[in-house]
């Protein structure tokens, strides 16, 4: 079969969403120079500029150099004391919630609410934005947050007519169907903190871990340029403005409220502040996962997510592996990519080990619930496969016997 091959001014093979024409692999990790600083503002539109992870003359990525400075250049110790001055600052003994603690009851945020309770003796409330589709195991995870961790818990679910639609166009228009979740996620944490008259909200691991800028984790809490929607008619969800929405499908503004940030004034003037826990404490996933075994009665799958090797990492969604086949449709990064460059930054693997988990399972299709995604978004198989294919950039795809094949691999 002969190859359509999309030629930029340079001669070079076009390159979507701004990424580098030319594919490096980090010399420490497995992870390419493809990855975007960014999951939640990313539009995935072919010619953004987008930022992405750094890459330094010696071939390091940018969250390799960050876990040097975490092993070598960061006095833990003065940390934890940071965060036990934080702690005393908020905490309450009037039989109020004096910390938030957003997350879906999976190792790190099992891990954050109850080490804050039970080690730092604060009293915190924990919010989860649903899952689009609950896994047994993700169903009984939650639950042990709360009936074995000792924990207070409040689920909200958002309109699923509506997120269905949101996550159908973000799909169809981004190739992105986690975009609607994110944005959720990202939010409930500093809305709910606001509407309970909670000041503190504590996230999990800093994004710098995996690649964000560093100066990012060089303070602990997050920015406030996320909290901002001035018009929020004007917010864009799914590729498409929420006015647009609203206008083509019948619904209000109103159906928009979980969607929609406070504001970063309204947060100050309640006196909301949001921080990391793993800017206070050395982050390490692998160990979040024991302790959460111990103490949240958190269980790993009794196999293998498909597309990794891993089995305790993101498994409460059934839909959740659909995030990382259409990373590695759009930046050639799949979920054993990401899963390995941590493995290896945290010393669990070689980088030898990364390559042969990468070769292995990267590019393994999501087939156990392809059925239920293709119900949850209203398409058919024809119709996934038609977008994926819109959004493979030539500088990273090929047609090689009838088959879509990566020009570059990590070796
Ligand atoms: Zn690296």
């Given at each position: 079969m002969s190859e359509t091959v999309l030629l930029n001014r340079a001669g070079e093979l076009e390159a979507y969403y701004?990424?580098?024409a030319e594919v490096k692999f980090c010399k420490r990790c497995v992870?390419?120079?493809?990855?975007?600083?960014?999951?939640?503002?990313?539009?995935?539109?072919?010619n953004e500029k987008k930022a992405v992870i750094g890459f330094d003359e010696e071939g390091v990525c940018s969250a390799c150099r960050f876990n040097e400075i975490k092993e070598t250049a960061i006095d833990w110790d003065q940390r934890d004391q940071a965060l036990r001055a934080l702690c005393d600052q908020f905490r309450?003994?009037?039989?109020?919630?004096?910390v938030l603690v957003p997350g879906s009851g999976g190792k790190d945020s099992a891990y954050t609410a109850h080490i804050l309770k039970y080690e730092y003796g604060m009293n915190p409330l924990t919010v989860t934005w649903a899952p689009h589709l609950y896994t047994g195991i993700g169903w009984k995870n939650f639950t042990n947050w709360m009936h074995e961790g000792g924990l207070d818990n409040l689920l909200f679910t958002p309109n699923g007519k509506l997120h269905r639609l949101l996550t159908r166009l973000a799909f169809l228009n981004?190739?992105?169907?986690?975009q609607p979740f994110i944005v959720g996620q990202r939010i409930i944490g500093p809305a709910m903190a606001a509407r309970y008259g909670v000041k503190l909200v504590m996230y999990g691991e800093n994004q710098a871990e995996y690649g964000?800028?560093?100066?990012?984790?060089?303070?602990p809490t997050m920015d406030?340029?996320?909290?901002?929607?001035?018009?929020p008619g004007e917010m864009v969800l799914g590729g498409v403005k929420v006015k647009d929405i609203i206008a083509e499908h019948?619904?209000?503004?109103?159906?928009?409220a979980p969607y929609i940030p406070p504001s970063a004034d309204s947060l100050n003037a309640k006196g909301v502040e949001v921080h990391y826990l793993g800017y206070y404490l050395k982050w390490d996933p692998q160990e979040c996962y024991y302790y959460a075994v111990e103490h949240t009665g958190f269980q790993a799958n009794d196999e293998r997510t498909e597309g990794t090797y891993?089995?305790?990492?993101?498994?409460?969604?059934?839909?959740?592996?659909f995030h990382y086949y259409t990373t590695l449709i759009k930046f050639g990064i799949g979920r054993a990519t990401y899963d390995a460059a941590q493995e290896i930054r945290n010393g669990k693997i070689t980088r030898d080990e990364g390559v042969a988990l990468v070769q292995k399972f990267?590019?393994?299709?999501?087939?156990?619930y392809f059925r239920d995604f293709l119900d949850y978004i209203g398409i058919t198989k024809e119709e996934f496969h038609a977008a994926c294919d819109r959004f493979r950039s030539p500088h990273l795809w090929k047609r090689d016997g009838g088959q879509w094949v990566l020009r570059h691999q990590v070796s």
């Open positions: 701004g990424l580098p992870i390419s120079n493809q990855r975007p600083s960014s999951t939640v503002e990313f539009r995935h539109e072919k309450r003994s009037d039989g109020g919630y004096d981004l190739l992105h169907p986690f964000n800028k560093i100066d990012e984790n060089k303070k406030e340029k996320f909290f901002s929607a001035d018009d019948g619904y209000s503004l109103n159906d928009f891993s089995k305790y990492s993101s498994i409460d969604d059934k839909i959740d592996m990267d590019q393994e299709f999501p087939q156990k």
